[in-house]
């Protein structure tokens, strides 16, 4: 049902605006405060961080997620995640939802590219470095 209703999200978003529902795209386009854009783009980030509660509350026996990594490392991740963004020129909502969607070859291969990458590091943490504790 969450991917119908991304894939929803996305292609509305494509039919009404033109533009790509890209997390990091939305994001930076809000931060620099185009005001032509700026409604939509505040809309969707809203949308985005209340959604999670909506469910919480209303959601039927949905268990919340708890987050066991210390504040430091999670600040890194997303440094380095916004950094990667950049490089790749979008992200996994950009790129995977909605570039694979319409078939864009660079959006293939850098899904293609971040999925490696993560499983690679899934596997690194857990199973070759020690951690204390």
Known sequence: MG????GAAATLLLWTTGRVAGISG???????RNSS????????IV???????????FGPGINPVKIEA????????????????RM??????????????????????ATCVFMAAGAA???????LIVWGG
């Open 3 to 6: 991917g119908l209703m991304i």
């Open 26 to 32: 939305i994001l930076a386009g809000l931060l620099s």
């Open 37 to 44: 854009n700026f409604g939509w783009r505040l809309a969707f």
């Open 47 to 57: 949308g985005l961080m209340a959604g999670p509660f909506v469910v919480s509350e």
């Open 70 to 85: 210390d504040t430091a490392i999670l600040v890194i991740a997303g440094l380095l995640v916004g950094v990667g963004t």
């Open 88 to 109: 790749g020129s979008g992200c996994t909502s950009g790129h995977g939802v909605c570039g694979i969607g319409r078939f864009s070859v660079r959006s293939i291969v």
């Open 121 to 127: 590091c899934v596997y690194v943490t857990n199973h």
